[in-house]
């Protein structure tokens, strides 16, 4: 195993405890190679650690997103601790060389294979809070994942446009949006539909994929319309 002070160094945590670290590296696949290792994996690390990071993660969302509704955070924080992101950020802190694999996980790309390194980043998630409190799990959590929460915001596809639509409506005009399916095209692999919101005199439409996604379209126009500040709903 690499020195676990250069990885400490890039995780800017300093464990008093280093044996979960080392335990936060040991993927399962090892197991079947050595018997020292049958019954040690990182995968109770990994459990804690999640349930952890979720936590964080929605607090975080709850203090700096005062307006956003429940569907929108839950939306962000999904997108957030998402695989993808989690990935990324083992990768940047270079977490794949000092993971403990098997000679076949590594044969085969384990190093660098998303769902492992995902995993791994919330298994050291877990040994940093065995390790320390707390406060200091979400330091390290933070230090790591702001930058993907300050991009994810920007991304309009977490707005629920239609409960941005229907307060706004609500507000203002004393009444509900309504939805009607104007068409519905296409084999059944390829369905388009096409739906149009109404508020008074007010309509717009939005063709895609499925139902949700065109309601969510069509409030997004008519928001646009009415000159509903949406992004002020995050």
């Known amino acids: 195993m690499k020195n676990l002070l250069d990885l400490e160094h890039k995780l800017n945590y300093y464990f008093n405890d280093r044996n979960l670290l080392k335990n936060a590296l040991l993927h399962k696949s090892l197991g079947n190679e050595r018997k020292e290792y ?3 994996n990182n995968e109770r690390l990994e459990l804690l650690g999640d349930a952890v990071l979720d936590l964080i993660v929605a607090e975080y969302l709850y203090k700096n997103y005062k307006n956003a509704s429940e569907g929108t955070i839950a939306k962000l924080k999904a997108m ?3 695989e993808p992101i989690l990935a990324k950020i083992s990768r940047q802190i270079g977490v794949g060389k000092f993971l403990m694999l098997s000679r076949g996980e ?10 492992i390194l995902a995993d791994s980043f919330e298994a050291i998630l877990g040994a940093v809070y065995m390790d320390s409190n707390l406060d200091d799990a979400r330091n390290f959590t933070l230090s790591h994942i702001k930058q993907y929460i300050d991009h994810i915001e920007e991304n309009e596809d977490i707005l629920d446009f239609k409960s941005i639509l229907q307060e706004y409506v609500q507000k203002e005009f004393r ?11 296409g084999p059944d692999h390829m369905k388009e539909f096409e739906i149009q919101v109404i508020v008074g005199n007010y309509k717009e439409k939005a063709v895609a994929k499925n139902k949700k996604k065109a309601e969510q379209l069509s409030a997004k ?14």
Request: net charge positive; charged share 25%; hydrophobic share 35%.
């Open 80 to 82: 957030i601790v998402s």
């Open 106 to 115: 590594v044969m085969s790309g384990g190093r660098n294979r998303e769902s």
């Open 38 to 40: 049958k019954n040690q």
């Open 175 to 185: 009444t509900v949006p309504t939805y009607e399916l104007i068409a519905e095209r």
């Open 221 to 234: 126009a008519l928001c646009i319309k009415l000159g509903v500040k949406y992004h002020e709903a995050l």
